[in-house]
């Protein structure tokens, strides 16, 4: 029994350890970018990019296809510097973020493809519709900062439909897509 | 034939005759426009035209309006005909005061939409209004709603006024409406 009860224990301390190696990080908003792109008229690109959001990731250098990321955006906090093209972004052509105020991004998987890149999987939650989306990443770096902690940063790009998301309202042949652009930046905690 | 331009306590003047119906006429054709601007599609050849044309109205009313109190000021009130019932001269009195706040109150909120970020109102490529910033966060969208339920309470109430004149029109057979389409 007693013989049982140690071998439990080092076995949840082999576990414990084994987790802990995939270090988690917090997302630090001062750092982390999500920002969109959209074809105006097919003339010009207009970017715009969401203020508000949180999450965080687990990354581990020896493991990366173990590499976990969720983030929770805030879609109020659309903006486009334009307040009546933001205004119009939260109604109900658009995000209709009274009945929809949030848009959630967790992953599923992640392909390592070396180099510190590779593609992330996940499910991305956009005006109530969840779709399947994958996300080319780069890693940015990773290090020591001055003031004590560790940070991990990455860049990852992605391209979706609107009508995927059943955002139908028409802004023209060249206007079905938009491409996010994500800079994250994650303290390990 | 002199015109009569200054209102007397039994008729109104011509400059508040002609103020009112083109008020009028701006308003009904402002609250129309509006509800019809916001439906369109993007490629619609008045998708930024009539927000453009609806704004730039809009702040000439406000110069209207101004100019209609102020004339309002300095001119004898026109008396109710002395056949209308207390109860009737209290509520034209009440709809009238309501009237001239509701066109402020949705001129003003209608304002706070186009400058929410600090952007200028152009007006008909003549001048432009400048922003006073508040820094409200969502000022857009806060106005907006206020902007419409305003107009529409507004608009309501041009109705109420109207229906008060066809009744001493066609019921009362005064002179009410007819002070209004002409002067002594």
């Known amino acids: 029994m007693k013989k049982l009860f140690i071998t439990a224990v080092i076995a949840s301390s082999l576990f414990c350890a084994n987790s802990v190696s995939a270090d988690d990080y917090t997302i630090d908003t001062a750092h982390t970018s999500i920002q969109f792109k959209i074809a105006h008229l097919g003339y010009s690109w207009l970017y715009g990019r969401f203020n508000t959001f949180d999450g965080e990731f687990s990354y581990d250098e020896k493991n990366p296809a173990a590499a976990k990321v969720s983030v929770s955006i805030d879609t109020a906090s659309v903006y486009s510097n334009h307040a009546e093209r933001d205004k119009h972004l939260r109604g109900d052509d658009f995000l209709d973020v009274k009945k929809y105020p949030q848009a959630t991004f967790v992953s599923t998987g992640f392909t390592d493809n070396g180099s510190g890149t590779g593609i992330l999987q996940g499910n991305f939650t956009l005006h109530g519709v969840t779709k399947p989306l994958s996300i080319d990443v780069k890693q940015v770096g990773a290090g020591k900062d001055p003031w004590g902690g560790y940070r991990r940063g990455f860049e990852g790009t992605t391209r979706l439909a609107l009508k995927d998301y059943d955002i139908d309202f028409d802004l023209g042949p060249a206007s079905t897509e938009v491409e996010l652009i994500i800079n994250v930046e994650g303290i390990r905690k | ?184």
């Open chain 2, 1 to 184: 034939m002199v015109i009569q331009v200054r209102n007397t306590d039994q008729s109104w003047g011509v400059i508040s005759i002609g103020i009112h119906w083109l008020v009028a006429i701006i308003v009904i054709g402002l609250f129309g426009l509006g509800l019809w601007m916001t439906s369109l599609s993007y490629y619609d050849a008045w998708y930024t035209q009539g927000p453009y044309v609806h704004k730039s109205i809009g702040v000439l009313l406000f110069a209207l309006m101004v100019v209609r109190l102020l004339w309002r000021l300095v001119n004898t009130p026109t008396m109710p005909l002395p056949n209308h019932a207390t109860w009737e001269k209290t509520v034209a009195h009440v709809v009238h005061l309501a009237l001239y706040v509701l066109l402020f109150a949705t001129m003003i909120s209608g304002y706070l939409i186009s400058t929410a970020d600090g952007r200028e109102i152009e007006v008909f490529h003549w001048f432009e209004v400048p922003a006073f910033t508040l820094g409200i966060e969502q000022q857009a969208d806060i106005a907006g709603t206020i902007h419409f339920y305003l107009a529409v309470s507004l608009t309501s109430l041009v109705v109420l006024h109207a229906a008060g004149a066809l009744k001493h029109h066609f019921l009362d057979k005064d002179d009410t409406l007819k002070r209004m389409l002409r002067t002594n």
